[in-house]
């Protein structure tokens, strides 16, 4: 499967969405925050906005990985109609969104969330809250580009889709010389120290969710802060 790596034009909101969600359909933080199907039905069309918000922002790029016929490439330049071929005889299978560095005199504001009704707000926040923090503590004020979400269409997971995006922000790191920054799930840890991240602390909130057999699940979830350092030879990585 030939891949190619692209920025996301507004068209690719609706898209972008459904493979967000796809994904992360068993995250227990998910089922935490948005308990009902119809809840989580509304949040699609809230990340939706959310992409579409930030693939306008300046300080906000937004990738995508459409499965094509051409050549793979990684090139941000290119626009997503750049294959010379209609846009509906390719699909996107992943996406990512990588946050700019900012300093305080920016005056930045990222592009908020609009929540549909029903959305668990005070766990929400307090997972908010620790994330900020977990990432003061490990980057201080430093400013650096930041993997806010990575995502692959279920049935094209561990394809390469997931190294090209990580591999574009990590060659803006090494030309602009700073630090990047993400929060992984337990499960990728692994897969972004094969990219170069180092662990850097636990984050962990106790959350209760429903079941798909109908039953409360208490349990504590956790993901793992990591920074990526500046590299100055090349390493074998893992396909992610």
């Not at 029903?118 to 926040?125: E, H, K, N």
């Not at 995006?165 to 990728?188: H, I, N």
């Not at 959350?207 to 590299?231: H, N, P």
Request: a negative charge.
């Amino acid at each position: 499967m030939l891949l190619r790596c692209c920025i996301a034009e507004p068209e690719d909101a609706p898209r972008i969405a459904e493979i967000h969600m796809a994904a992360f359909a068993s995250n227990a933080m998910l089922l935490a925050q948005f308990r009902s199907t119809a809840v989580r039905h509304a949040l699609q069309h809230s990340i939706e906005l959310k992409a579409l918000s930030d693939i306008e922002d300046s300080k906000t790029t937004v990738l995508f990985i459409r499965r094509d016929g051409m050549q793979t490439m990684l090139d941000e330049k290119e626009s997503s109609n750049a294959l010379g071929i209609p846009l509906s005889d390719s699909t996107i299978i992943a996406f990512a969104k990588w946050a700019h560095p900012t300093e305080p005199h920016d005056e930045y504001e990222e592009p908020p969330w609009i929540w549909p009704e029903g959305t668990a707000l005070d766990v929400l926040d307090d997972w908010t809250r620790l994330v900020e923090e977990a990432q003061t503590r490990a980057m201080g004020s430093q400013a650096c580009y930041r993997l806010t979400f990575i995502a692959a269409d279920p049935r094209y997971q561990r394809h390469g889709a997931g190294t090209l995006m990580v591999a574009w922000g990590l060659g803006r790191c090494e030309k602009e010389k700073v630090f990047a920054y993400l929060e992984s799930t337990e499960e990728a840890v692994n897969l972004y120290k094969e990219q170069g991240f180092e662990a850097a602390l636990e984050i962990s909130m106790s959350i209760t969710f429903e079941s798909s057999e109908g039953g409360g699940i208490t349990q504590d979830y956790k993901e793992v802060a990591m920074v990526y350092r500046l590299k100055t030879t090349s390493e074998n990585r893992s396909v992610l």
